[in-house]
């Protein structure tokens, strides 16, 4: 009887539900994954069950890389997303530092207008920014993101590594600067590496953002060759027929897979980073 | 030991705090100030952010007051970029759509990212496996997912109209992304399934600090499932909800790409939000004053979430 009962809960309190919440979340990419490994013939046939493959081929994604410059926004995605996370978390770590770690005049000001600049969205600023860049004459360069993304990536990082500077004990510091070391010292050779956890959550968000970012991509980058992923795959892959969804769907899922190899093997920080609180959503 | 070592050394106790700009501090002695180090530490990523965060700001502010089309010169209108969205039927319906499409999808995903925390808070084979699943939709690019949803809902030869002619419920499905309504439905949809891990696995962080004791006490007091769920696990998780949720407000309410990659607005500017509208009069129809004057009524908004988030901090 009580066995019974715990069988049941166990079904309905946590099988049926977990089943069903993988199926929602990731039936969309087996529909993208499906859908670029069928030949157009196939994939248009209205009798075919939609989510089987009965002839895998691989000619959309040899069309993608072919007709497109799918590798060359891949490897702009990757440059601007690389140097808007370093430049991120340097600036970032230099305002998280005295704020988590000293007392100074105008802290508690400060850690607000952080917290502030943290909320304030893009969109909200997308129509002053573009013309600001435009009378930079950065228009159409990739520079134009590489400076931009970190408006939104530094007071993130601040806010998220501002958590783990504030973890590490102030007896340390103490300890350190009576041996004689000077704060700069203190400060690169005895906290900062204690707090490597969290730069590499940091890194991984900005990271990830960096790859995700859409709005300032769209404005500032119009030429084909200098596009990132995103902006690529919408701006170029949907074209004026009706049959592209094959090599759209490739360029998806091919678009996808840098984010999701970084995540897995970072998915530990990934999770610690996301419930610290810190983490728009 | 080396000399600025030894020269740093008494700097905390020795140095009186009046004199700031005495003369005769050695430069290394003035750095080991706590305020100095701190703003000279601080003054690099303060400039950045005021120059490409700041100016740009106080810049559209300024642009709002101004007629100003993408290549002409500007002049000035006063109020009258905001006077002419006070009267813009479709600035209404953006706003609308806005409201709407924030508090349907805030409330989707507040609800089941609880149930998912609740599902998940159980023991039990591959959790973490699970756990990194089911986080996947919050993570990929949102507009590859996107594009991919847009392919689902697609009324010819999408997966759910396909599904439901395969099934044989109805042979030709919706027009999903071309009925006001559905459309409306069609991205609080999307935007819920891309959110809702977020505020699945926020609200499992929380859940997980929920002492046991507390469960098992009220067990022993005859407590039933519902009962400690009301009043021991909802009151102890009220702090993560509101939190997260005020973040999901914010990013809900602004979000602009899943709109513009999937509907762009329509049909009949049906699902157009602040956001997509601002950018459909500043970018597609070249009026940057009219356009930026649209994204800044947004910031009433955001001013109000944000002093409600202060408020409910510092009651904390």
Not at chain 1, 6 to 34: D, E, H, K, S, Y
Not at chain 2, 25 to 51: C, Y
Not at chain 2, 103 to 129: E, H, I, P, T, Y
Not at chain 2, 264 to 273: D, E, I, Q, R, V
Request: glycine residues 8%; contains cysteine; proline residues 6%.
């Amino acid at each position: 009887m009580v066995g019974e009962l715990t069988w049941q809960r166990r079904l309905f309190g946590l099988w049926i539900p977990m089943v069903a919440l993988l199926v929602m979340g990731l039936f969309p990419f087996a529909w993208m994954a499906v859908t670029s490994l069928k030949t157009n013939a196939e994939l248009y046939d209205p009798k075919a069950f939609p989510l089987a493959i009965h002839h895998p081929s691989l000619v959309h994604y040899i069309g993608l890389l072919k007709e497109s410059n799918f590798v060359i926004w891949t490897a702009n995605t990757m440059l601007v997303a690389l140097i808007s996370t370093a430049i991120s978390l340097l600036l970032g770590s230099m305002l998280a530092y005295p704020l988590a770690r000293m007392r100074f005049p105008g802290a508690a000001l400060l850690a607000l207008t952080v917290a502030v600049t943290y909320l304030v969205p893009q969109t909200l600023l997308f129509v002053p920014m573009a013309d600001f860049i435009n009378r930079l004459n950065l228009g159409n360069t990739l520079s134009a993101v590489i400076l931009t993304y970190p408006t939104l990536l530094v007071p993130f990082c601040a806010w998220l590594l501002m958590g783990y500077f504030k973890t590490v004990p102030k007896e340390l510091e103490e300890a350190a600067l009576i041996d004689g070391a000077s704060r700069w010292r203190a400060m690169t050779r005895v906290i900062l590496p204690l707090c490597m956890p969290g730069f590499i959550s940091a890194g991984i968000f900005a990271f990830t953002l960096a790859q995700n970012e859409f709005l300032y991509a769209l404005l500032f980058l119009n030429r084909s060759n200098i596009r990132t992923v995103p902006i690529g795959v919408v701006g170029e892959l949907i074209r004026g027929d009706a049959f592209y969804w094959g090599q759209l769907m490739a360029g998806a899922f091919l678009g996808c897979i840098p984010v999701i190899l970084i995540y897995t093997f970072f998915v530990k920080y990934y999770v610690a980073g996301l419930t610290s609180g810190s983490v728009k959503g | 030991m080396n000399p600025t070592m030894e020269a740093a050394r008494p700097a905390p106790q020795a140095v009186p705090a009046a004199g700031f700009f005495r003369p005769w501090i050695r430069p290394g002695e003035w750095v080991e100030r706590e305020s100095v180090f701190s703003w000279l530490m601080l003054t690099p990523p303060l400039l950045f952010l005021l120059a490409f965060l700041g100016y740009p700001f106080v810049y559209g502010v300024f642009l709002s007051f101004f007629n100003r089309d993408v290549a002409g010169s500007a002049t000035f209108v006063g109020l009258h970029n905001f006077i002419n969205l006070w009267n813009d039927p479709v600035f209404w319906q953006s706003a609308r759509n806005t409201v709407k499409f924030t508090v349907a999808a805030c409330g989707l995903k507040m609800v089941g990212g609880l149930g998912m925390a609740l599902v998940m808070n159980q023991n039990f084979r591959l959790k973490s496996l699970t756990r990194a699943l089911l986080l996947l939709p919050f993570i990929v690019p949102t507009v590859l997912s996107t594009v991919a949803w847009q392919w689902i809902l697609d009324p010819g030869m999408g997966l759910f109209n396909r599904l439901l002619a395969v099934s044989g419920l109805m042979q030709n499905g919706p027009s999903w992304l071309g009925n006001p309504t559905l459309a409306m439905v069609s991205i609080i949809i999307v935007n819920t399934w891309r959110g809702l891990p977020f505020f699945g696995i926020s609200i499992l962080s929380g859940l997980q600090t929920v002492p046991m004791e507390l469960h098992e006490s009220a067990t022993i007091d005859g407590a039933g499932t519902w009962d400690r769920f009301r009043h021991i696990t909802l009151p102890l998780l009220l702090p993560v909800i509101l939190i997260v949720t005020t973040f999901s407000v914010i990013f809900t309410f602004f979000d602009f790409q899943l709109v513009y990659v999937l509907t762009g607005g329509g049909p009949a500017n049906s699902t157009h939000l602040m956001a997509t509208y601002a950018y459909a009069l500043s970018m597609g129809g070249g009026q940057m004053g009219l356009g930026s004057a649209a994204a800044l009524s947004m910031v009433p908004v955001l001013g109000l979430v944000l002093v409600a988030l202060t408020y409910y901090v510092r009651k904390d």
